[in-house]
């Protein structure tokens, strides 16, 4: 698995603790202008950056709170 930076420019990143501790309010709101631009050159990547809002979101929910419509989560139940 290809290891990126913030920006998520690689495609299957590497989430790690370290990643996730490395955001403040700035970086978040850039990768969730990203999402909400939606302009990528392939899924790919939109996608690496949603899996990373939406593991802000439970590490870190301090900081998506204004970008959860971007996450899109529905109550599903595992039964």
Known sequence: MKNSNISSKNSAISITEEKLLAFDEASTA????????????????????????????????????????LIDQEPFDED
């Not at 809002?53 to 590490?59: D, S, W």
């Open 30 to 69: 850039e990768l969730a202008k990203r999402l909400d631009d939606d302009d990528y050159p392939n899924p790919f990547e939109g996608l690496d950056d949603w899996h990373l809002l939406r593991a802000l979101a439970i590490h870190r929910p301090e900081l998506t709170r204004p970008y959860l419509h």
